[in-house]
C-alpha cells in the first residue's frame, strides 16, 4: 500500500480520524489535483484545477494535526474519491 493510500484510509477512517496531519492533507490533496491557496491567517484555500471544486480548511496552529471537524469536511468534499 503505497503513501497516498495510507493517507486515505486515515482520512475515511470510521471514527474520524483524529490524528491526521496538515501535511499528510496537503499531500494527498495535491495528488489528487488539487492547489493550495494561501487566504488571511491561518485559512487555506484548496482548487481543484479542472472542476475548480474549493475545500477551505483552517491551517492547525500551534500543533499540526487537523481538528476532527476539518477531517469530516474532507470526508465530505472528497467523497467522489472513495
Known sequence: ???QEK???KI???PTCAN???S???SFLESKGYREL???GSRVRFVH???Q???RLHKPHPGNELKKYAVEQLQEKLEWIR
Open 1 to 3: 500500500m503505497g503513501k
Open 53 to 55: 471544486d474549493v475545500i
Open 20 to 22: 491526521l496531519t496538515w
Open 24 to 26: 499528510e492533507a496537503k
Open 7 to 9: 493517507i486515505q484510509k
Open 49 to 51: 484545477d479542472e472542476t
Open 12 to 14: 475515511f477512517a470510521k
Open 38 to 40: 494561501q487566504g488571511d
